[in-house]
């Protein structure tokens, strides 16, 4: 999921100052892109536009990210980078309670804002399109599955990781998507209490 | 939910023959909304394109069924006709093993394709627009939760259905939508064996 440090070489014109590269052009263009999924989806999403609202020539866009998915899945990367921070130190804590701290991580994630946009730009877009749920599959299972299903020490540790997101991912669905009363409006608490006892028996039950 | 058995009246000319009015016109109209509102979603779905593959005026879809979203609903309703007669039938069973009855119910409708795909276009619609999840809310709180909840006696129970909810809304997202190894690839019977255990510790631990 990384993008390379590097950017591809392609065929045709290097990119020049007139296209708009320059110190911040990558940055710029992720920005945008970011923007432009959220707003239209996967498939909707143009190329013309993610160019336009960074400043830069179409060309410049492809130079960089080459396909349309790998410039999804860095818009991904990007929107959730501190969420992929934190979830790289979930299994710091051990065996023990790792159920819990997935339960509130995850869940965490939805209760803010700021991080809840841009998941739910994700899910629309996996929801609807099968490369940007091939790049959403790659994003979770690299970053949540494994690391937890690593702690379990299981022969079935990965089915129970899934099995122990699912409940998390449907809670998230219902109580921030979908809205049904009353998992919609009762407190972050209750809900993490409740979820971290079934995400607790997958995993270790 | 259910679509009034007579159409409401509505101001303006009434529907003639030539705007495609006559026996199955209804029929045709929300067959043709199933088409668009799956291929299209919410947003994406025109009134016009449903009138033309019904072969009717978009007056008289509207006619029938007023605004958009109660021409979703319909759609909705017609592609999970047979899903929600079996929804009907599940307190009949008792409360000793509803965990059970309820997952194998969900995940079967996701199970089999006939019925994945009108579900796949409800989800779709519901996580890219209010309107359409409000729908799906209203859809899944009558015909699902209430239904469940009401078998269960305590204080709590529409939390306790709709925590059980999300364990089967979250397995059906990773197993047939995202498609997570090896959740996707497991066996039916594993999956339910699994997914139940949560399900009956929502509703009965």
New interface residues.
């Given amino acids: 999921m990384t993008p390379p440090e590097t950017p591809p070489r392609r065929r045709g014109r290097p990119p020049r100052a007139e296209a708009g590269d320059g110190p911040g052009a990558r940055e710029r263009i992720v920005a945008a892109a970011r923007a432009e999924f959220a707003e239209r ?1 996967y498939d909707g999403a143009s190329i013309r536009a993610v160019a336009k609202g960074a400043g830069v020539d179409p060309a410049l866009v492809h130079h960089y990210f080459g396909p349309k998915e790998r410039l999804f899945a860095a818009a991904v990367e990007a929107g959730l980078a501190p969420a992929l921070a934190a979830a790289a130190a979930l299994p710091e804590g051990g065996r023990d309670d790792v159920g819990e701290r997935m339960t509130r991580f995850v869940l965490g994630l939805w209760e803010d804002p700021a991080t809840r946009e841009p998941l ?1 730009a994700v ?2 877009s ?3 399109n099968e490369t940007a ?1 091939a790049v ?2 790659e994003l ?2 690299d970053r949540l ?1 494994l690391p937890v299903a690593g702690l379990l020490g299981v022969a079935d540790a ?2 129970r990781a ?2 122990a ?7 998230a ?3 921030y ?7 919609a409006s ?1 407190g972050f608490e209750t809900v993490v209490a ?2 971290a ?2 995400v607790r ?2 995993l270790t ?1």
């Fill in positions: 989806g739910l899910v629309r996996a929801v609807a749920a959403f599959r979770v299972t599955m990965r089915l899934e099995l997101a699912a409940q998390l991912v449907g809670t669905m219902l109580r998507v979908i809205k049904v009363e009353p998992l009762v409740r979820a006892a079934a028996a997958h039950g």
